[in-house]
């Protein structure tokens, strides 16, 4: 079996060695009487809060911090080769918590999801399907209160999440500009996903300049990936009475100490709300995510991106490439085909 295992905990930006590929022989058949199950991963889901589970802080680890010497645990899919529970059988398609290794014994597979719509990409159930999805739907629709025709701003935009709160934005009728890390990311945003603009961050020596230039009357939501000096800016620009959705602030994830924002007194005389959220505590709106969006992406409505990287060997990497933006779209690892 081979896996992916953390070496130590980690401080500053984390390094493609600090997590080493091993092997590790093991029993492909379910211990019985255990009422685990025995899966076969497929896809790895790589996310920007794992960076969080490879440090011990106390009051920022929302996940459970990795093991050293264990393999790193993150969201995925994967096929069931072995059984010992009522609810799983032999062949079962399923999405949750499994480990960075080609097979995976789950104790407790409660916490697992069987996949029942199994005639869309079964990649998308790390993204699309999974939980960047219904954060993007969560964040905007519940977070942003959003209006036809207001003006929405997304930083990490062409990112898993990102470019679905934009192509929703849209759909609701919205003025949509996303911020980006390349002239890459940028072209898709405008040509692929439809914003109406997009810049990229890295070239503008003036955030605050670039937000005048491309909402002149002001920003009405401001969807927020990154943090630090992007949010700052947001808030010189924010109108009275806008909306700030807190999902991330990837800016600030390696640094020891997270950077101070200078402006949060416009919260009190632009009367903005701003609001974080843990998508965690809205697992339960799967069902009403899934009737939403499953007929938008067989009409072709939605469009996602996906960087996949193939083989366990390159994970290290690709989690690591979500804090240099190195991935386009989200990103994926093939560990094996079905
Ligand atoms: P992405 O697919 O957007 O990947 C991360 C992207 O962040 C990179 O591609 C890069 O894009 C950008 N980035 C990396 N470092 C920096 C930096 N220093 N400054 C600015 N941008 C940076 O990730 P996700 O869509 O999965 O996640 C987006 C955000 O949502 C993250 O902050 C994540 O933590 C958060 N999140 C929160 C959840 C919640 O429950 N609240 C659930 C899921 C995600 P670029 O090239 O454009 O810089």
């Avoid at 990795?66 to 010992?84: C, E, N, Q, R, Y």
């Avoid at 199994?118 to 993204?127: A, E, I, K, N, R």
């Avoid at 192509?167 to 500009?177: L, R, S, W």
């Avoid at 009409?299 to 991935?327: F, M, Q, S, W």
């Amino acid at each position: 079996n081979k896996q992916v295992i953390l070496r130590d905990y980690v401080t500053g930006f984390p390094k493609e060695t600090d997590m080493i590929l091993t092997t590790k022989t093991i029993k492909l058949k379910v211990p019985e009487g255990s009422k685990s199950v025995l899966v076969k991963n497929l896809y790895l889901s790589c996310d920007p809060y794992m960076r969080s589970c490879m440090t011990k802080i106390e009051g920022r680890n929302y996940v459970p911090p990795f093991t050293p010497g264990s393999p790193i645990i993150g969201m995925g899919v994967a096929k069931v080769l072995d059984s010992d529970h009522l609810n799983f059988k032999e062949g079962d398609l399923v999405s949750g918590f499994i480990g960075w290794e080609e097979y995976s014994l789950i104790t407790m597979p409660e916490g697992l999801s069987k996949i029942k719509n199994t005639d869309v990409q079964l990649s998308y159930y790390t993204g699309l399907l999974g939980i960047a999805g219904l954060t993007a739907y969560v964040g905007f629709y519940e977070f942003c209160s959003p209006k036809k025709g207001e003006n929405v701003f997304i930083s990490a935009a062409s990112g898993a999440v990102g470019q679905l709160v934009g192509q929703f934005a849209k759909i609701m009728g919205c003025y949509v500009v996303g911020s980006a890390g390349s002239n890459e990311k940028v072209d898709l945003l405008k040509n692929k996903f439809g914003f109406d603009a997009a810049f990229n961050y890295k070239e503008e020596p003036d955030l605050d300049a670039a937000l005048k230039r491309y909402f002149p009357e002001g920003i009405d939501i401001y969807f927020e990936n990154v943090g630090g000096k992007m949010l700052d800016a947001v808030l010189e620009n924010i109108r009275d009475r806008g909306r700030i959705s807190v999902c991330g602030m990837i800016s600030q994830y390696n640094l020891e100490k997270p950077e101070g924002v200078h402006n949060l007194f416009y919260l009190i005389t632009k009367q903005v709300r701003m609001e974080g959220f843990l998508i965690g505590g809205y697992l339960h709106l799967f069902p009403k995510y899934f009737d939403f969006i499953i007929p938008l992406i067989k009409e072709g409505k939605i469009i996602y991106i996906e960087d996949t990287v193939e083989g366990l060997e390159n994970a290290p990497g690709a989690l690591i490439g979500l804090y240099t933006g190195r991935n386009v779209g989200k990103q994926v690892v093939v560990v094996a085909h079905e």
